[in-house]
Structure formats: structure tokens, C-alpha cells
């Protein structure tokens, strides 16, 4: 299979960075990255530990991460299975990466660095939705900030509606966990699940 096996081997086949690709490179927001991240509501977070890497969609109403400063962002940890995975993780190893979408543009934004989980009752509050606090907040510390090249999406072809697969090439969740656990109940939870979910957003 010609498994590349050193950095020299793939050195010698990409070459050299351009220059785009090392100035875009920050330590902190600026202001453009500012805006970026204001414009996201959902972000896909990256985390790794003794188990393995995990890496999980967060979105939130309108913005989904809170700049607390030019080097510090803020996550709240809204509802969801409780496998607490990413936090688990967190607790072992700090290091995190983040890739923000924004809908529309194929521009897209990454953020690696060290991140701490707060249940400071102050801060929690101040991320509440619908009076609902989070039960913790992911306090993440700035190491480096970038803007992807827009190039996969694009080839993706994302937000074009023209190339979404349409409702029958995607199965719904409880067919996929009857495939795991016959005798689960596809149906029910499937009937089920958009209310549920409605009900627990927050």
C-alpha cells in the first residue's frame, strides 16, 4: 500500500508551506477571527485521552462559543446523552481543537488549545438559555488561531441544496441502534425522539 512511514517521505511529496498558510496563523483573536466566531453556531470539538480521540458537534442559538477575551473562550456544556466523553477527556488532558462552521460561507475557522471545565455558579448563570444553566462550561485558553482554506467545502458542496442527500439516504437513529440491538424499539423511539428533544434542548 506504500505506507509513508517518516515526515521526511511526506515532506518530500507535499513540500514546502505556502505563505498564506503560516501568516494566518494567531495567538489570539483578531478582529476578523472575532467575527468568525460570532457567526458560528456550531463548532466540532476535539479531544483526546487515555481511551482514544473523540470529537463532537456543540451548537448553540446564534453563537456558539462566548469570547470571554482575545485569548479565552468560553463553552457552555448544553444538554445532550450524558456520556460526557469530551469531558472526560478534558479532565486527563487539556488539549482541545476546535473547527467552527458558519452557515453559507465555506470559509471555516480553527482554534487549538488547553482547555478547564468551570461549575464557578456565577458563570454558569451568565450562560443560561431559557433560564436553564449549563451544568458546566468548558473555559478554553487561545494557542493558536486560523482560518481553513475553503477548499473542502467547496468540493463538498455543502449549502448547495442541490447536492443534499435527500430524508431516505439517512437513517434515523433508532433504525441504527436496531441494527446494533434487534430487539430495540426503532419505532417508538424514532415517534418519540423530536418531542423529546424539543422538551430537553436547553
Not at 20 to 37: D, E, F, H, N, Q
Not at 51 to 73: H, K, M, V, Y
Request: charged share 25%.
Amino acid at each position: 500500500m506504500n505506507i509513508i512511514t517518516s515526515i521526511a517521505e511526506l515532506e518530500a511529496i507535499y513540500g514546502e508551506k505556502s505563505e498564506a498558510s503560516v501568516i494566518k496563523v494567531s495567538a489570539r483573536l483578531t478582529p476578523g477571527y472575532r467575527r468568525m466566531i460570532e457567526a458560528s453556531p456550531l463548532v466540532a470539538l476535539a479531544t483526546c485521552g487515555p481511551e482514544g480521540l473523540d470529537c463532537s458537534p456543540r451548537g448553540d442559538a446564534g453563537q456558539a462559543i462566548a469570547i470571554r477575551d482575545d485569548t479565552t473562550l468560553i463553552l457552555p456544556d448544553r444538554r445532550g446523552n450524558n456520556r460526557i466523553d469530551s469531558l472526560r477527556n478534558i479532565v486527563r488532558d487539556d488539549r482541545v481543537g476546535l473547527l467552527f462552521l458558519i452557515p453559507g460561507s465555506d470559509s471555516t475557522l480553527r482554534v487549538n488549545g488547553r482547555a478547564r471545565i468551570s461549575v464557578d455558579p456565577d458563570l454558569l448563570q451568565a450562560h443560561a438559555m431559557e433560564g436553564k444553566p449549563p451544568r458546566s462550561v468548558i473555559v478554553i485558553a487561545i494557542g493558536e488561531v486560523y482560518f481553513q482554506c475553503a477548499r473542502a467545502l467547496m468540493r463538498a458542496r455543502l449549502w448547495d441544496p442541490e447536492y443534499w442527500p435527500g430524508a431516505e439516504a439517512v437513517p434515523s437513529p433508532g433504525s441504527l441502534m436496531q441494527e446494533i440491538k434487534r430487539d430495540f424499539d426503532s419505532r417508538t423511539y424514532d415517534r418519540e425522539w423530536p418531542e423529546r428533544a424539543k422538551n430537553s434542548m436547553w
